[in-house]
């Protein structure tokens, strides 16, 4: 699904559930400027998903019409195809990388984040013989997922035979973080 699905689909559930929504408040949902949000309801009002009525004389109503109901349950159904999608792709992933390090004689793993790819690294994790050790992010933390959270800096005081960074976006940003606390980069790893 593209962006532009993702963000039709979030207005068209905000007007939904809320008809007397102000653009203000739509645009700070969707963390975009008060001007772009004027612009993505008037193209939905052009393709026909949404209808302004005024109540009384001075409130704007924003209505689903019935193409936009159409509309809000098929890019539902493309949203639902790609997250399921998605989340195969990552598991596959996730397994082929736990497998690669039970190779490798690997035993006790950190998990550095602590996101939705965290959450699928602990899930596929428990279908593997390795150990979880825990989850390190940037800012302090007493748990997650019921297991300790540290900071990088605590690293030092765990045992551990590798890390798995658990972010698809910034792994060379943190890679080279962990190289700097001089971990060895033969225990630095990332989802294949």
């Known amino acids: 699904m593209d962006k532009d699905g993702q963000r039709d689909l979030l207005v068209l559930q905000e007007v939904e559930q809320n ?6 408040t739509l645009s700070q949902k969707l963390g975009v400027a008060l001007g ?3 612009l993505y309801l008037k193209r939905l009002v052009r393709k026909g998903h949404i209808k302004i009525t005024t109540f009384p004389k001075n409130r704007i109503r924003y209505l689903l019409t019935p193409r936009g109901i159409k509309e809000k349950t098929r ?3 493309e949203y639902l195809q790609f997250s399921l999608t998605h989340y195969r792709d990552v598991r596959y992933r996730l397994n082929h990388t736990f497998a690669y390090l039970e190779q490798q004689g690997i035993k006790r793993v950190v998990i550095y984040g602590i996101g939705e790819l965290a959450e699928f690294a602990y899930l596929s994790l428990q279908e593997s013989d390795l150990i979880l050790v825990g989850f390190v992010t940037e800012e ?3 748990k997650f997922l019921s297991f300790p959270r540290g900071t990088l800096k605590s690293l030092r005081g765990w045992k ?3 890390i798995l960074i ?3 976006t910034h792994v060379e940003k943190n890679r080279k973080k962990l190289l700097a606390l001089n971990i060895p980069a033969e225990q630095v790893f990332s989802v294949v």
Do not use: E, K
């Open 75 to 77: 890019l539902t159904y």
């Open 19 to 24: 008809p007397i929504l102000t653009q203000r």
């Open 166 to 168: 658990s972010d698809l």
């Open 160 to 162: 551990f035979d590798a």
């Open 36 to 38: 772009l949000t004027n």
């Open 140 to 142: 302090p933390g007493d």
